[in-house]
């Protein structure tokens, strides 16, 4: 092969690369970074302004002010959602942990969300309704459920999209909520 | 006959105007609906990932197009909607990226890969044309010769290049 005929393998040189890139991009999926799951920019930002009326008659509104001084789990939840299902029985090792729980009931009928909390326990400090979703759009929210871990100073510092496991608990938020709270 | 062929080209036509917008959503400003229809097409649905929220029927995408209307109806440009959205859900919520360092191989990728299939194409293009202008096109003599001798008929070909003709 003449070396004039370098040319031709331009082509194949392009193709290897990209073949290169995309099965780069696939095991980037199985551990983690899947092109579904957008970043969030709300990572070192300080928690949107939101006041939430109660789900619960009687009880105070939840207020983003209040979530300062401890370090605060903010879990989006509905009783539609059905990996909501799958982390429920996990926010019970958040709690137990020491990390404040407030739960943020997303586009849901109040009454569903309180017989869903009485079938599967209600393991939150606090629950905020929010009916028309407008505070979870604040949040970055495209789907529940999703998880907020606060600071102290009422920054958010990480976000879980989808259901926490009890991998992903133990593994990452507990970890990161005993740094933070030193 | 022409009404019909109007009013054809009007139901064909309308399926692409009317996209997931209810009509309760709608602005009663048609300049401004107008204006939210055109950021609209370039926001992404963060649900179907693929579609804008003008085209999308989900829920969010529905929530996104009232918020677009809820912020230009309160005064905001075109531009301050797009930062308000893009202050909550990043970049990725644009679908027309902006060009900044982390996009560069995005938008200079396609047109490098196209100077590179054009510098490729061009060489192996002029290599072409150095072959067929080179010796090999005309016969020597001696070819000729035997050539002639070959052919039945003496053709005139030497008469349509012109050079050798008697």
């Known amino acids: 092969m003449s070396l004039r005929r370098w040319p031709a393998f331009v082509p194949i040189a392009i193709f290897l690369v990209l073949v290169g890139f995309f099965a780069y991009r696939l095991v980037m999926i199985d551990h983690g970074d899947a092109p579904n799951l957008i970043p969030s920019v709300m990572i070192n930002k300080p928690v949107p302004n939101f006041t939430l009326p109660s789900l619960f008659d009687g009880k105070p509104q939840v207020v983003s002010e209040e979530i300062k001084g401890k370090v605060t789990l903010i879990d989006v939840f509905a009783s539609w959602c059905v990996p909501c299902r799958i982390e429920h029985p996990y926010l019970d090792e958040i709690k137990k942990a020491g990390i404040v729980l407030v739960g943020i009931n997303y586009k849901d009928r109040p009454e569903d969300a309180r017989r869903w909390l009485v079938q599967l326990g209600n393991p939150y400090d606090a629950i905020g309704t929010d009916r028309d979703g407008r505070v979870g759009i604040d949040f970055g929210v495209y789907g529940v459920p999703e998880s907020y871990l606060i600071d102290k100073q009422g920054v958010i510092r990480y976000k879980q999209i989808g259901p926490l496991t009890r991998e992903d608990i133990e593994k990452v938020i507990l970890p990161l909520a005993t740094e933070l709270s030193k | ?166």
């Open chain 2, 1 to 166: 006959m022409k009404s019909r062929l109007a009013f054809l080209l009007i139901l064909l036509l309308m399926p692409n105007a009317a996209r997931a917008v209810q009509p309760n959503e709608m602005l009663a400003d048609p300049q401004m609906e107008l204006r939210a229809r055109e950021i609209s097409k370039d926001l992404r649905c963060l649900v179907c990932q693929n579609q804008s929220i003008d085209d999308s029927d989900a829920e969010l995408a529905h929530d996104l197009r009232v918020l677009v209307r809820q912020r230009l109806q309160a005064g905001d440009s075109d531009a301050q909607v797009e930062e308000f959205l893009v202050a909550r859900y990043g970049d990725y919520v644009l679908l027309t990226p902006p060009f900044k360092s982390s996009t560069v191989a995005l938008w200079m990728g396609p047109p490098f890969f196209l100077m590179i299939g054009g510098l490729c194409a061009w060489v192996v293009y002029r290599r072409r044309e150095d072959k067929a202008t080179s010796s090999d096109k005309k016969l020597t003599p001696q070819e000729r010769e035997r050539l002639d001798a070959m052919m039945p008929v003496h053709l005139p070909t030497e008469q349509t290049e012109g050079k050798n003709a008697p």
